[in-house]
């Protein structure tokens, strides 16, 4: 579960980047406050299409593989958004980043269902999500702060884009630890 928690933040801290700073983001590329609550909505009803999907997709390949997907979407996302200037092209990414950023919320949950203690299921995932939750302020915070001493976004998204990364790291350590014991125990 500590394993979990700080994927989650790295994963959170990657997706608060964008939802904090979106539609600001958006306003000054396409010079339209319009196109950035546009985007963010997009953002928002894909989402609940990916909560939906990722959970079907993770019923069939498993939770750990499938949060993996749904954070790489995530984290190509946050990278690519500073090099687009077109409200179409945002638009269309906003569209893939909310569908992936929803899927790794119902991948979480049931990661945790999954490698938690099931007698202490209820502590585990209070604990995770509310790791999660301050990863996604400290998303939003650092991206501002970023956004204030370089004037630019793009440090905002590349803070995003490096948690990602992160966060894809403990993922694939979990993969590798849950692996060898399931190696040991079949030995």
């Known amino acids: 579960v500590p394993a979990l928690a700080a994927a989650a933040f790295l994963c959170c801290l990657c997706m608060g980047v964008p939802l904090v700073h979106l539609t600001g983001f958006i306003a000054a590329v396409c010079g339209s406050a319009e196109a950035g609550t546009q985007s ?22 498993g939770a750990l593989p499938t949060y993996a997907i749904a954070s790489a979407i995530q984290t190509v996302c ?45 502590r585990s995932l209070g604990l995770v999500m509310l790791v999660a939750w301050a990863g996604m302020g400290a998303g939003g915070y650092l991206g501002g702060l970023a956004y204030d001493l370089y004037g630019s976004y793009a440090p905002s998204f590349f803070i995003a884009f490096a948690a990602g990364v992160g966060n894809l790291a403990v993922l694939g350590s979990i993969a590798m630890l849950v692996r060898r014991a399931r190696e040991a125990f079949a030995a």
Do not use: K
């Open 40 to 61: 963010l909505l997009l953002a928002m009803m894909c989402g609940a299409v990916g909560r939906i999907a990722f959970g079907m997709i993770a019923d069939r390949i």
């Open 78 to 122: 946050v990278v690519i958004y500073p090099l687009l200037d077109g409200e179409a092209s945002i638009m269309a990414l906003s569209a893939v980043f909310g569908f992936g950023f929803a899927g790794n919320m119902t991948c979480l949950i049931l990661c945790v269902r999954e490698y938690a203690d099931p007698r202490h299921f209820g």
